[in-house]
């Protein structure tokens, strides 16, 4: 299953975090869709491989 994340606000870093610690979902499943380029990169670094 394929999930979008329109918007990395406090709601959608928690709901990401929360998929890939649980293994719901593997990162490679996730899209991830901000205003800033900063905050998203951010998120992305953040997110273990």
Do not use: W, Y
Not at 10 to 37: E, K, P, T, V, Y
């Amino acid at each position: 299953m394929k999930v979008a994340f329109i918007g990395t606000g406090s709601m959608g870093s928690l709901l990401i975090d929360a998929f890939l610690r649980s293994g719901a979902l593997h990162q490679s499943f996730i899209c991830i869709s901000n205003r800033s380029r900063i905050k998203r990169s951010g998120l992305q670094d953040a997110i273990p491989e």
